[in-house]
């Protein structure tokens, strides 16, 4: 990057194959949305054949550095943001079509 550029902090793509970790996200997150309250939510989690990731081959975890810094981390999440949005457009082949999840979503529903 070039001297004097504004930096907003790191952007990392985790990309998950592993068709385990998949299937507990997709698990968990029926649970989660099972358990929300929230009657679309609900419903749509008690059709026995809904899969939250769609049954992705793949799931990426976009994700930013931590900064206390307020500008820099209204920025880092826009271009995370940005990055998610370019991620979701429309692929050439839907088979290899990218599950997209937000961290802040897979921290509270997966705690270490």
């Known amino acids: 990057m070039a001297a004097g550029t504004p930096m907003a902090g790191e952007v990392y793509f985790n990309v998950i194959t592993n068709a385990e970790v998949l299937k507990s996200i997709a698990d968990g997150t029926?649970?989660?949305?099972?358990?929300?309250?929230?009657?679309?939510?609900?419903?749509?989690?008690?059709?026995?054949?809904?899969?939250?990731?769609?049954?992705a081959p793949v799931a990426v975890i976009i994700s930013t550095t931590k900064t206390d810094v307020p500008n820099t981390a209204a920025m880092a999440r826009a271009n995370a943001a940005?990055?998610?949005?370019?991620?979701?457009?429309?692929?050439?082949?839907w088979d290899s079509a990218p599950a997209i999840l937000s961290p802040r979503y897979l921290h509270s529903t997966f705690p270490r």
Do not use: I
């Not at 029926?30 to 049954?55: F, I, R």
């Not at 990055?83 to 692929?91: D, F, I, M, Q, R």
């Open 30 to 55: 029926k649970a989660a949305m099972a358990n929300s309250g929230m009657e679309m939510l609900v419903k749509l989690s008690s059709n026995p054949s809904y899969n939250p990731l769609y049954s």
């Open 82 to 93: 940005c990055a998610g949005e370019k991620c979701s457009l429309p692929p050439r082949n």
